[in-house]
Nanobody, 127 residues
């Protein structure tokens, strides 16, 4: 059974850092593009960052450019989202998602394109 599990969320002060992990089980990630999405209360789910299956291409939302870094290790079947200089507006439930990619350089920004989702991890940025 294909499963994604996020971890690493928590409460952090503004300006702090967190590293989210997305671990896959039941399949190997090396042929899947991965996206990180977030959803704050009362808001729509939005794309944060995406990485192609080969890690050759990445995407960042303007709101996180220069602060967040996405990376992956296909041998470890894991994708990470390093989040630095966190702001209160980054508070949300963060989800990772996977989509089969037939071209190693493809990134997928639209959440509707992802069939596989984790359960989410809460990130709260507050003093």
């Amino acid at each position: 059974q294909l499963q994604l599990v996020e971890s690493g969320g928590g409460l952090v002060q503004p300006g702090g850092s967190l590293r989210l992990s997305c671990a896959a089980s039941g399949f190997t990630l090396d042929r899947y593009a991965i996206g990180w999405f977030r959803q704050a209360p009362g808001k729509e789910r939005e794309g944060v960052s995406c990485i192609s299956s080969s890690a050759s291409n990445t995407y960042y939302a303007d709101s996180v450019k220069g602060r967040f870094t996405i990376s992956r290790d296909n041998a470890k079947n894991t994708v990470w989202l390093q989040m630095n200089s966190l702001r209160p507006e980054d508070t949300a439930v963060y989800y990772c998602a996977a989509v089969r990619a037939y071209y190693g350089g493809s990134v997928f920004v639209n959440p509707s394109g992802y069939p596989y989702w984790g359960q989410g991890t809460q990130v709260t940025v507050s003093s």
